[in-house]
């Protein structure tokens, strides 16, 4: 399942966020890439320790926290640490690559098995050409290139790219997941029920029949969740 979801961040989060970019020192983003990945990647990236990475990764873990919807497509276990990227001028572009099975935060040594990966966009489409994210789908690749605020969802196990930025510069946060439910075809079943129970609600109220689902979504839920 890839998912757009709109307006994870508001317009003061999105100003703070780009005030604390604007300050930071980047780094070649090869430090995070894995041995495939950094042959096919030529970005820059605020190294994980910077102050303004810290502040950034608290504003979007919080944000993420409150998102109904994030929640109920990923059901995160684990969330890594979010990283900040920069694509532009001569570092511009991220070949096609998987993304590890497994990453290891180095400052808690936590292993996150990374079942989905996301992207959320931090400027508009408007200030920078080229810059795709291009997930392929089995189909010939599926663009993604979003506003400001909002976030892409998809499997890890996906190869994706991003096309070279030839004019202005792409900011973004990305980073991977563990859900607590580790098969997609299970836990796109359980986001398909949650929303089709939230539509019910809201057409109909706290029918017996959306009480019912609802019981049958939880306990759907406890049958597949590994936390």
């Given amino acids: ?3 757009h979801l709109p307006k994870i961040l508001d317009p003061d989060q999105l100003a703070r966020c780009r005030a604390l970019l604007a300050e930071a020192e980047w780094a070649d983003g ?3 890439a894995g041995t495939q990945a950094a042959t096919a990647k030529n970005n ?6 910077s102050p303004q990475a810290q502040t950034l990764r608290g504003i979007v873990l919080e944000a993420l926290s409150r998102n109904a919807q994030f929640f109920t497509a990923a059901l995160p276990k684990r969330i890594y640490p979010p990283l900040f ?4 001028d001569t570092a511009n572009s991220f070949g096609n ?3 590890n099975a497994i990453r290891t935060h180095p400052a808690s040594a936590q292993h996150v098995r990374t079942d ?3 992207t959320l966009f931090l400027n508009d489409p408007e200030e920078y050409d080229g810059g795709e994210l291009v997930i392929e789908d089995g189909f010939g690749g599926r663009p993604v290139k979003l506003p400001a605020g909002d976030l892409i969802l998809y499997p890890s196990y ?3 790219r991003v096309e070279p930025v030839t004019r202005g510069a792409r900011l973004a946060c990305f980073s991977w997941l563990e859900s607590m439910v580790r098969e997609p075809q299970r836990r796109e079943l359980l986001y398909e029920l949650d929303m089709a129970i939230l539509s019910l609600r809201q057409e109909q109220g706290e029918t017996d029949t959306a009480v ?3 019981s049958c979504y939880h306990n759907l839920l406890r049958m597949c969740a590994m936390v």
């Fill in 1 to 3: 399942m890839i998912l």
């Fill in 30 to 32: 090869r430090i995070t």
């Fill in 44 to 49: 820059r990236q605020l190294p994980e320790d």
């Fill in 85 to 88: 990227n920069r694509y532009g």
């Fill in 97 to 99: 690559h998987v993304d």
């Fill in 116 to 118: 989905l990966s996301f």
């Fill in 158 to 160: 996906s190869v994706h």
């Fill in 212 to 214: 019912r689902l609802t």
